[in-house]
């Protein structure tokens, strides 16, 4: 699928953002497709405010220290509160390590497709919205995705624009790499025979009214009541993206709401029954569960069973793509100059890209 690694690169950037380092080439920053880390181990040779030098394109702490942050409150809702002092120091210098990775791979990437004259025409770039859209999870559009970025509409759509043109780099430079023969899907079928069968999903998205331990019994039968009226709300036509954005106490509110797709086993035992039971488009009946009062709309129930032939050539297909991806990036760092300064180092080089069973 010639558009997996744009969608990749795009939604991550949806999600957590970018940042744009000061004196410096202004496409030399943002996320990258999630390659593998390659090349050589950092040698400190640089001033303290520069983490790594690509050919002449600068990173500088304080810009990266940024980036940590924004990535950092993505997630630190999802830390229980007593590991936050253990996790938060171990979580920066991972993440600070992926945005300098990023950081040097987006550089000679992006240096290539100038080499390249790859260019985006309005066609190129229409198309590719269609194909992100497609991804998008129900209830939630690319426009307001895009909107509601944290870096900005404006930056986010240059930051599409530009995984566009890395894109089209990609099918010219591994333009060899996407056929894929019946030989090759029966061996991956056969090799990975006991992982391929798909389990039962949902796709959902719920509002929650949280409950908090020190909330009385009149406490949460307001909270009650309230879900209460917002499902009749629902039901008698209001949109239930919109509401969950407006009301829902869950990180999901920014998506509509939508939690994506899951298998049983995966929420919380309440949830996950009426998630599993209730008939698809329905807003369900209020559920009770250790976090609050949730109301569940069911977008997609797909059953369990053996991959569809055509997810496998897919994934034969992502899996050449990465390997090709791989030896291409690892040669543009053979050929450039990559200084660093005084950071950790990366972590160690992987030979291959690992490849899901299950694609989406």
């Known amino acids: 699928m010639r558009y997996r690694i744009l969608c990749l690169l795009v939604l991550v950037a949806l999600a ?107 066609a190129d770039l229409s198309n590719a919205y269609q194909k992100i859209e497609a991804t998008m999870p129900k209830g939630q559009t690319l426009e307001q995705a895009i909107k509601d970025s944290p870096v900005g509409e404006e930056r986010m759509r240059e930051e599409i624009k530009l995984s566009v043109r890395i894109n089209k780099l990609f099918e010219t430079v591994l333009s060899n790499d996407w056929n894929v023969t019946d030989a090759e899907v029966d061996a991956f079928a056969k090799e990975n025979e006991a992982r391929l069968t798909l389990p039962e999903t949902v796709e959902a998205r719920h509002i929650l009214i949280s409950v908090e331990s020190t909330d009385d019994e009149k406490a949460k039968a307001e909270k009650k009541a309230q879900l209460e009226g917002i499902r009749k709300q629902i039901i008698d036509g209001a949109d239930f993206a919109e509401m969950a954005r407006q009301h829902s106490k869950c990180p999901s509110s920014r998506n509509g709401g939508n939690l994506g797709k899951f298998p049983r086993g995966q929420m919380v035992p309440p949830f996950d029954n009426a998630a599993f039971s209730q008939k698809v488009n329905e807003v369900g009946e209020i559920v009770e569960t250790t976090f609050g009062y949730h109301i569940i709309q069911v977008l997609e129930h797909q059953q369990g069973g053996p991959m569809p032939r055509e997810r496998l050539v897919e994934s034969v297909r992502n899996q050449k793509m990465q390997k090709a991806a791989v030896a291409f990036l690892r040669d543009l760092r053979a050929k450039a100059k990559i200084v660093y300064g005084n950071i950790s180092s990366p972590t160690p080089v992987q030979q291959d890209m690992p490849m899901p069973a299950e694609t989406p």
């Open 16 to 122: 957590t953002g970018c940042s744009r380092s000061q004196n410096q080439p202004e496409t030399a920053t943002g996320p990258v497709p999630q390659l593998p880390n390659i090349g050589p181990a950092p040698v400190p040779a640089l001033p303290t405010d520069i983490l790594v030098d690509v050919n002449g394109a600068r990173l500088i702490r304080k810009d990266a220290d940024q980036e940590v942050e924004r990535r950092l409150a993505a997630i630190r809702d999802q830390i229980p509160p007593e590991r936050l002092d253990q996790e938060i120091p171990r979580l920066k210098e991972g993440i600070l390590g992926d945005v300098v990775r990023q950081f040097v791979d987006r550089t000679l990437i992006v240096r290539e497709a100038d080499r390249c004259k790859v260019e985006v025409s309005d």
